[in-house]
């Protein structure tokens, strides 16, 4: 993809039926942190076109390549602490492991289960991790 302003990226993606998976990505200038999400929205038209679809746009999106729009803070919900408090105990209760039961649960990788775990226990649902002496 080449835009108006010089920039170019080059992107080499694998297409399958119901996924795509992006394998190398070389931009000029390097990608900010912040480009990143828009990555998706930027390569969405040019890899439908590749497939032979085409790319609805998104009329409420005015996002031009270098634009940066802010990411929307994902909500942590007291409901969402007392599902995965709900599943820790339970699972401990089985003797099964609470970090699986929540992964289960909630459908997020372990690194997100802990993190969820760890919020929880922030919130006084679960108690502390190691007894304190």
Same mark, same amino acid.
């Given at each position: 993809?080449?835009?108006?302003?010089?920039?170019?990226?080059?992107?080499? $993606?694998?297409?399958?039926?119901?996924?795509?998976?992006?394998? +190398?990505?070389?931009?000029?200038? &390097?990608?900010?942190?912040? +480009?990143? =999400?828009?990555? $998706? +929205?930027?390569? @969405?038209?040019?890899?439908?076109?590749?497939?032979?679809?085409?790319?609805?746009?998104? =009329?409420?999106?005015?996002?031009? =390549?270098? &634009?940066?729009?802010?990411?929307?803070?994902? =909500?942590? @919900?007291?409901?969402?602490?007392?599902?995965?408090?709900?599943?820790?105990? $339970?699972?401990?209760?089985?003797?099964?492991?609470?970090?699986?039961?929540?992964?289960?649960?909630?459908?997020?990788?372990?690194?997100?289960?802990?993190?969820?775990?760890?919020?929880?226990?922030?919130?006084?649902?679960?108690?502390?991790?190691?007894?304190?002496?």
């Amino acid at each position: 993809m080449a835009f108006g302003d010089g920039a170019r990226i080059d992107a080499l $993606a694998t297409v399958c039926e119901g996924w795509v998976c992006v394998e +190398d990505v070389r931009a000029r200038p &390097a990608l900010a942190l912040e +480009d990143l =999400p828009l990555f $998706a +929205d930027w390569i @969405e038209g040019p890899l439908a076109r590749a497939c032979g679809a085409e790319a609805e746009p998104d =009329p409420g999106d005015g996002a031009e =390549p270098g &634009a940066h729009r802010e990411r929307p803070a994902r =909500p942590r @919900e007291p409901a969402e602490h007392g599902l995965v408090a709900r599943a820790y105990r $339970a699972a401990q209760e089985r003797g099964a492991d609470p970090v699986l039961a929540v992964m289960d649960e909630t459908g997020y990788s372990r690194r997100g289960a802990l993190r969820l775990i760890g919020r929880t226990r922030d919130a006084g649902l679960l108690p502390s991790r190691h007894a304190r002496r």
